[in-house]
């Protein structure tokens, strides 16, 4: 499971909202072996009087949420990571400067999904990539 949530100032972002959900898409289903048919993406289009970043960034800053099972190694969620900073850079010109990533990763017990805890559900696909 894997839900991911996108901010942005709403003028830069609501533009390139399709985009941004298929190259992220795309890269989790490489660098974590996901299913095609699983997307969860949630975007918050933000106004400039309330999304404050610092000195540095531009107005194509982007903070990418993921939140994901616990089980994927070190090594598949860095190479999520760098596909992300170079698929925004290549596909949308957005800077790895103006790109920020966390994956925060919780026991499938936190999780409730179709009626059942997390770690109940009879998954088709390998968290433990």
């Known amino acids: 499971m894997a839900q991911v949530k996108i901010f942005g100032l709403k003028e830069n972002l609501n533009p390139i909202k399709e985009r941004v959900s298929d190259i992220i898409h ?7 072996k996901f299913p095609m048919d699983k997307r969860f993406h949630r975007f918050f289009p933000m106004a400039k009087e309330d999304f404050y970043y610092a000195a540095g960034r531009t107005e194509a800053y982007t903070i990418i949420e993921i939140s994901i099972f616990e089980g994927r190694s070190v090594d ?3 190479q999520l990571i760098r596909m992300l900073f170079e698929n925004f850079h290549n596909k949308l010109n957005i800077t790895a400067q103006d790109l920020e990533i966390t994956i925060f990763e919780t026991p499938k017990s936190n999780w409730g999904i179709r009626g059942y805890p997390g770690d109940e559900l009879q998954l088709n696909y390998n968290v433990n990539v």
């Open 26 to 32: 795309l890269c989790v289903v490489e660098a974590f």
């Open 76 to 78: 598949s969620k860095k």
